[in-house]
T-cell receptor
Framework: DGGITQSPKYLFRKEGQNVTLSCEQN?????MYWYRQDPGQGLRLIYY???????QKGDIAEGYSVSREKKESFPLTVTSAQKNPTAFYLC????????????????FGDGTRLSIL | AQTVTQSQPEMSVQEAETVTLSCTYD???????LFWYKQPPSRQMILVIR??????QNATENRFSVNFQKAAKSFSLKISDSQLGDTAMYFC????????????????FGKGTKLSVIP
């Protein structure tokens, strides 16, 4: 079945450490997104990428970095500069709607919960 | 910039009853999409219903329907015959409709409404 796979499900970070969250999709979607979810905050956009080798900052990009070397993959690195990384992270992908026929414009992965040790 | 406001942080409803979740948004755009997503305790994001702003007819999906008031920038979700499985966080979201394939397709979310269905 096609879908989005996020790994790991749970991740712990030590102070001063960079950690990388994986997001892989086999839906042949064009664009991919990273969201952060905190209690009472809803989902906030960290970074997004519409095509390979290109990505844009979202609303809360500070302390994060991404890459898009392959269409299928969009890993997120939480750097030591992110002082409050404890949150639930969701990856999503989408067809470009004008040529997409799906009624589900953004597919989401199952998320990664990141905590501080 | 677009904003989405959900004014009800928590709601509850008796099983088999009807409940309405509120959502208002602010935008200067004329062509856009609106969505309701459901996030059960499993944390999976599930699309419930979608509305295109250029369509006057309110979207319906089984027990879920919306009341879309474009002039008032209001997009409420009605759940009929509530079931225990409807217990979840519900997020209202907005997306600008891209022109000719250009655009970021990014979603702007409200902060969510936690719905509890009581047996």
């Amino acid at each position: 079945d096609g879908g989005i796979t996020q790994s790991p499900k749970y991740l712990f970070r030590k102070e001063g450490q960079n950690v990388t969250l994986s997001c892989e999709q086999n839906l042949n979607h064009d664009a991919m997104y990273w969201y952060r979810q905190d209690p009472g905050q809803g989902l906030r956009l960290i970074y997004y990428s519409q095509i390979v080798n290109d990505f844009q900052k979202g609303d809360i990009a500070e302390g994060y970095s991404v890459s898009r070397e392959k269409k299928e993959s969009f890993p997120l690195t939480v750097t030591s500069a992110q002082k409050n990384p404890t949150a639930f992270y969701l990856c999503a992908s989408i067809y470009h709607i004008p040529r997409g026929s799906s009624n589900q414009p953004q597919h989401f992965g199952d998320g990664t919960r990141l905590s501080i040790l | 910039a677009q904003t989405v406001t959900q004014s009800q942080p928590e709601m509850s409803v008796q099983e088999a009853e009807t409940v309405t979740l509120s959502c208002t948004y602010d935008t200067s755009e004329n062509n856009y999409y609106l969505f309701w997503y459901k996030q059960p305790p499993s944390r999976q994001m599930i699309l419930v219903i979608r509305q295109e702003a250029y369509k006057q007819q309110n979207a319906t999906e089984n027990r879920f329907s919306v009341n879309f008031q474009k002039a008032a920038k209001s997009f409420s979700l009605k759940i009929s015959d509530s079931q225990l499985g409807d217990t979840a966080m519900y997020f209202c979201a907005f997306m600008i409709r891209p022109y000719s394939g250009a655009g970021s397709y990014q979603l702007t979310f409200g902060k969510g409404t936690k719905l509890s269905v009581i047996p």
